[in-house]
Nanobody
Framework: QVQLVETGGGLVQTGDSLRLSCAASGRTTYAMGWFRQAPGKERDFVAAISRITAMTYYAPFVKGRFTISRDNAKNTVYLQMNSLKPEDTAVYYC???????????????WGQGTQVIVSS
């Protein structure tokens, strides 16, 4: 079992930055991903990072603005978000899965989400 807790969301203005954190407890030998869901929309992949090699995947709409990283000693994954836009407004979810993947079905454990609102 893995428990995931996201923190770091909030209300910011266009162009601002935020760093989301996801603290994992329990068995932590997993790849980690970030997804987001805006009101009335499906949950979208944002970024993912592998456990050992720290290989990363990014959605095209965040590449160059967001950076995913992990600190295995702290069992924590981060999502640094720069140059935020109003369309980045969503609930951001952290997820853990057995393999590095970009689809939500490949992730077995999910956090409760943290709200990010970007005002124009």
């Amino acid at each position: 079992q893995v428990q995931l807790v996201e923190t770091g969301g909030g209300l910011v203005q266009t162009g601002d930055s935020l760093r989301l954190s996801c603290a994992a407890s329990g068995r932590t030998t997993y790849a980690m991903g970030w997804f987001r869901q805006a009101p009335g929309k499906e949950r979208d992949f944002v970024a993912a990072i592998s456990r050992i090699t720290a290989m990363t995947y990014y959605a095209p709409f965040v590449k160059g603005r967001f950076t995913i990283s992990r600190d295995n000693a702290k069992n924590t994954v981060y999502l640094q978000m720069n140059s935020l836009k109003p369309e980045d407004t969503a609930v951001y979810y952290c997820a853990a899965g057995a393999k590095l993947a970009t689809t939500s079905a490949d992730y077995d454990y999910w956090g409760q989400g943290t709200q990010v609102i970007v005002s124009s």
